[in-house]
């Protein structure tokens, strides 16, 4: 049967189930990345497995996102990150070298290979050939260690180019396109594949744009063919020999086929405040902007910041304007520097920031309140900027660069002036030392993790006991969110890499005492929580699982579960079970007393389990929805037990 | 005006602001971004949250 290139990568990495789509499959993955906000968790998830050795073909982790260095919590990350890297054999990509995503793009993406990043923006290298998935922190690791990555199969969603760009028309716009006609939701469980003759014109770089913002639409990924473009996108690199073929078959067929024609589209605009509120920029021309800014994943080509520069080259930007210019790598960077393009910014009233991912993930650059920021970043949800009362536009370099000379939201085709031809470096910049290579086995295995004093391991788990007395600690209502389980905010998330700190915050908007009564319960074979409907609903972070794990809690009884939060209490050894009669909800109070016996029999040999309140003449029963992997996952008391016992048997 | 110390939203530390995992910044789904937790106020995001399969929010 013709495959599609998505079929195909599938295919050649398949471990486990079948391709049909909605069927949970396991997928060897080859490499994987991970940034700083998340890889502290990661590397200590690796730790606690007791991995000896990265198990993929290339893993990097990159220090992208927390790159302000205002007190000491900042740099001993990094340091805790770069012997992390040299200790499990990962690459490690020093602050300032730049995003992760055009970074790992530049020296280590690989076409035919599966990518697996803690960040959502990692579908970006699908640009390459590649299956690349933005995934939770301990899906990460576990691919680290070698283990399968699993998913539900996605459909295919062939998207057909056909068709030029017009002048003033670049990459963002093919993406602000799907996103108005399918909005924020469109991709779910789909993977996006572009094909067809309209690809000649689209550089790896502007493929890239149009791959990040696969995020945007919730898709699992965005697939584009390796041809002849991604081998001279290789070639340029100096890594040529990475580059093989990878088209879809003669005859290959799509789950939902869908063309855009190129030469129909015009510069569009995402207003506030969501990628998917889109509508040509001449709808919107003549509003007023406070900043314009250039740069982040989304838009980290070269062509990106030259076109910017060829605009306003010899100008200067309007009057109280801030244009920012937040460079994505040091090797583009560098390029932009020898041609002069920097210049032209800076001479026009550019601000210009170091390579990282600042502003686009509100760490730095916030704008004013209530004032019209226009952004080649990839979100504009409320608040993302950084700034609450924010209001942010999303657009292309050249609309962001015409609106910066205006000061106002500009169609660039009204600006004037010929559209400028940008040409790339003859011969572009490699850099490659900023992105350290691991170090050979021997030499690994004898360096110490670096924890500053905000670093802490995570404390050994127990296997799930066979019999169950716990109270129930705490009792809440429905649509309990993970903030509200952990809060991620300024006074909590510096402490992410410290299990033990940040588990004092745990519940504490629901309840202050919560922290303290659980402390004492640990010891004394932990506790319960009661909840209503879509409980964990919200935040993916893991820590909403990992720290009242910490604290003891050994199972969670509600009525229904948010599907993200219910994996993550599995993968951290916490048993999710559901009400079987909703009504038992209200006849439980805090302070009861519940017992569970035969938990390990009774949850492989079937879906519901008795519980018995201890006291009070009255039992009740719950149902879980374990498959077979995820009871052998509960029984050894999470995932990370599970890698454990398979490295200690390998080394056996 | 002083700020009331004793109301301010804990999720948020009264700055209105969340962040998640990655670091993407967002308006406090506890406080609804006003940084301020009145006694007796729910606590508990009036919607629920939107999420994609690999929990991204969907807002």
Request: glycine content about 8%; proline content about 5%.
């Given at each position: 049967?013709?495959?599609?290139v998505?079929?195909?990568?599938?295919?050649?990495?398949?471990?486990?189930?079948?391709?049909?789509?909605?069927?949970?499959?396991?997928?060897?993955?080859?490499?994987?990345?991970?940034?700083?906000?998340?890889?502290?968790?990661?590397?200590?998830?690796?730790?606690?497995?007791?991995?000896?050795?990265?198990?993929?073909?290339?893993?990097?982790?990159?220090?992208?996102?927390?790159?302000?260095?205002?007190?000491?919590?900042?740099?001993?990350?990094?340091?805790?990150?770069?012997?992390?890297?040299?200790?499990?054999?990962?690459?490690?990509?020093?602050?300032?070298?730049?995003?992760?995503?055009?970074?790992?793009?530049?020296?280590?993406?690989?076409p035919?290979?599966?990518?697996?990043?803690?960040?959502?923006?990692?579908?970006?290298?699908g640009c390459m050939g590649m299956?690349?998935?933005?995934?939770?922190?301990?899906?990460?690791?576990?691919?680290?260690?070698?283990?399968?990555?699993?998913?539900?199969?996605?459909?295919?969603?062939?998207?057909?180019?056909?068709?030029?760009?017009?002048?003033?028309?670049?990459?963002?716009?093919?993406?602000?396109?799907?996103?108005?006609?399918?909005?924020?939701?469109?991709?779910?469980?789909?993977?996006i594949e572009y094909y067809?003759?309209?690809l000649?014109?689209l550089?790896a770089?502007?493929r890239h744009?149009i791959a990040?913002?696969?995020?945007?639409?919730?898709?699992?990924?965005t697939v584009f063919p390796s041809d002849?473009e991604i081998?001279?996108?290789?070639?340029?690199?100096?890594?040529?020999?990475?580059?093989?073929?990878l088209?879809?078959?003669?005859?290959?067929?799509?789950?939902?086929?869908?063309?855009?024609?190129?030469?129909?589209?015009?510069?569009?605009?995402?207003?506030?405040?969501?990628?998917?509120?889109?509508?040509?920029?001449?709808?919107?021309?003549?509003?007023?902007?406070?900043?314009?800014?250039?740069?982040?994943?989304?838009?980290?080509?070269?062509?990106?910041?030259?076109?910017?520069?060829?605009?306003?080259?010899?100008?200067?930007?309007?009057?109280?304007?801030?244009?920012?210019?937040?460079?994505?790598?040091?090797?583009?960077?560098?390029?932009?520097?020898?041609?002069?393009?920097?210049?032209?910014?800076?001479?026009?009233?550019?601000?210009?920031?170091?390579?990282?991912?600042?502003?686009?993930?509100?760490?730095?650059?916030?704008?004013?309140?209530?004032?019209?920021?226009?952004?080649?970043?990839?979100?504009?949800?409320?608040?993302?900027?950084?700034?609450?009362?924010?209001?942010?536009?999303?657009?292309?370099?050249?609309?962001?660069?015409?609106?910066?000379?205006?000061?106002?939201?500009?169609?660039?085709?009204?600006?004037?002036?010929?559209?400028?031809?940008?040409?790339?470096?003859?011969?572009?910049?490699?850099?490659?030392?900023?992105?350290?290579?691991?170090?050979?086995?021997?030499?690994?295995?004898?360096?110490?993790?670096?924890?500053?004093?905000?670093?802490?391991?995570?404390?050994?788990?127990?296997?799930?006991?066979?019999?169950?007395?716990?109270?129930?600690?705490?009792?809440?209502?429905?649509?309990?969110?993970?903030?509200?389980?952990?809060?991620?905010?300024?006074?909590?998330?510096?402490?992410?890499?410290?299990?033990?700190?940040?588990?004092?915050?745990?519940?504490?908007?629901?309840?202050?005492?919560?922290?303290?009564?659980?402390?004492?319960?640990?010891?004394?074979?932990?506790?319960?929580?009661?909840?209503?409907?879509?409980?964990?609903?919200?935040?993916?972070?893991?820590?909403?699982?990992?720290?009242?794990?910490?604290?003891?809690?050994?199972?969670?009884?509600?009525?229904?579960?948010?599907?993200?939060?219910?994996?993550?209490?599995?993968?951290?050894?916490?048993?999710?079970?559901?009400?079987?009669?909703?009504?038992?909800?209200?006849?439980?109070?805090?302070?009861?007393?519940?017992?569970?016996?035969?938990?390990?029999?009774?949850?492989?040999?079937?879906?519901?389990?008795?519980?018995?309140?201890?006291?009070?003449?009255?039992?009740?029963?719950?149902?879980?929805?374990?498959?077979?992997?995820?009871?052998?996952?509960?029984?050894?008391?999470?995932?990370?037990?599970?890698?454990?016992?398979?490295?200690?048997?390998?080394?056996? | 005006?002083?700020?009331?110390?004793?109301?301010?939203?804990?999720?948020?530390?009264?700055?209105?602001?969340?962040?998640?995992?990655?670091?993407?910044?967002?308006?406090?789904?506890?406080?609804?971004?006003?940084?301020?937790?009145?006694?007796?106020?729910?606590?508990?995001?009036?919607?629920?949250?939107?999420?994609?399969?690999?929990?991204?929010?969907?807002?």
């Amino acid at each position: 049967m013709p495959l599609n290139v998505t079929q195909k990568l599938i295919k050649s990495h398949l471990l486990s189930g079948e391709m049909t789509p909605g069927e949970e499959i396991g997928l060897k993955i080859d490499q994987t990345l991970t940034q700083d906000a998340t890889g502290t968790m990661v590397m200590l998830e690796l730790e606690a497995m007791g991995l000896d050795r990265a198990k993929t073909e290339a893993s990097a982790q990159y220090v992208d996102h927390n790159i302000i260095q205002e007190d000491s919590k900042n740099p001993d990350d990094h340091l805790f990150l770069r012997s992390a890297t040299q200790r499990f054999g990962l690459y490690y990509s020093r602050p300032g070298n730049g995003v992760s995503h055009p970074v790992h793009m530049q020296r280590l993406a690989k076409p035919g290979k599966t990518l697996l990043g803690s960040d959502s923006h990692t579908c970006a290298n699908g640009c390459m050939g590649m299956l690349a998935m933005g995934a939770g922190g301990i899906d990460v690791a576990m691919a680290i260690a070698g283990e399968p990555f699993y998913v539900k199969m996605p459909k295919v969603w062939g998207i057909k180019l056909t068709g030029e760009l017009p002048d003033w028309v670049s990459a963002k716009d093919v993406i602000l396109e799907l996103l108005r006609r399918h909005d924020v939701k469109g991709g779910i469980n789909r993977v996006i594949e572009y094909y067809g003759p309209g690809l000649k014109q689209l550089s790896a770089m502007d493929r890239h744009v149009i791959a990040n913002m696969g995020a945007e639409l919730g898709a699992t990924g965005t697939v584009f063919p390796s041809d002849e473009e991604i081998k001279r996108f290789l070639k340029e690199q100096d890594r040529e020999e990475d580059w093989i073929e990878l088209v879809a078959d003669e005859g290959a067929s799509y789950d939902i086929d869908e063309e855009i024609n190129l030469s129909d589209l015009e510069p569009l605009i995402a207003k506030p405040s969501s990628p998917g509120n889109v509508v040509p920029v001449r709808e919107v021309a003549g509003e007023p902007i406070y900043q314009s800014y250039i740069g982040s994943s989304a838009n980290p080509g070269y062509r990106d910041f030259a076109i910017a520069a060829e605009i306003v080259k010899g100008k200067q930007i309007a009057e109280g304007i801030s244009f920012d210019i937040n460079p994505t790598s040091r090797q583009m960077l560098t390029d932009l520097v020898k041609e002069s393009h920097i210049a032209s910014l800076l001479q026009a009233g550019a601000r210009l920031h170091q390579a990282g991912c600042n502003g686009c993930i509100g760490m730095g650059q916030a704008p004013a309140t209530g004032r019209n920021s226009l952004r080649t970043t990839p979100r504009n949800f409320p608040g993302r900027s950084g700034t609450r009362e924010d209001s942010v536009f999303l657009c292309s370099p050249e609309t962001a660069a015409a609106s910066a000379l205006t000061g106002v939201i500009t169609d660039p085709r009204t600006l004037g002036m010929k559209y400028p031809k940008v040409k790339e470096p003859r011969k572009p910049t490699i850099d490659v030392t900023l992105l350290e290579a691991p170090p050979p086995m021997d030499q690994a295995k004898t360096v110490q993790l670096q924890k500053g004093p905000n670093i802490a391991s995570i404390p050994e788990m127990d296997a799930l006991k066979d019999t169950l007395e716990v109270p129930i600690l705490l009792k809440v209502g429905d649509n309990i969110s993970t903030d509200e389980i952990l809060a991620g905010g300024a006074r909590v998330l510096p402490y992410r890499s410290n299990l033990p700190e940040i588990s004092k915050f745990t519940f504490e908007i629901v309840d202050d005492t919560y922290y303290t009564r659980a402390m004492n319960s640990r010891d004394q074979g932990g506790h319960a929580i009661v909840g209503g409907f879509n409980y964990g609903q919200g935040s993916s972070r893991e820590h909403a699982a990992l720290a009242p794990r910490f604290l003891g809690l050994k199972v969670a009884i509600v009525k229904d579960f948010a599907r993200i939060h219910w994996q993550n209490l599995v993968n951290f050894g916490i048993l999710p079970v559901t009400f079987v009669h909703e009504e038992d909800y209200d006849k439980l109070e805090q302070g009861d007393v519940l017992i569970f016996s035969n938990v390990r029999k009774a949850l492989q040999l079937r879906n519901e389990l008795h519980v018995e309140v201890k006291d009070k003449n009255f039992s009740f029963s719950v149902t879980h929805a374990l498959s077979e992997r995820q009871i052998d996952i509960m029984l050894k008391g999470g995932l990370i037990n599970v890698v454990k016992d398979r490295q200690q048997m390998v080394n056996a | 005006m002083a700020v009331n110390r004793e109301h301010i939203c804990k999720a948020c530390d009264g700055t209105g602001m969340l962040a998640d995992d990655e670091a993407w910044k967002y308006t406090c789904s506890v406080c609804n971004g006003d940084g301020v937790v009145m006694p007796g106020e729910n606590t508990s995001p009036e919607a629920p949250f939107s999420v994609d399969e690999t929990n991204r929010t969907l807002e």
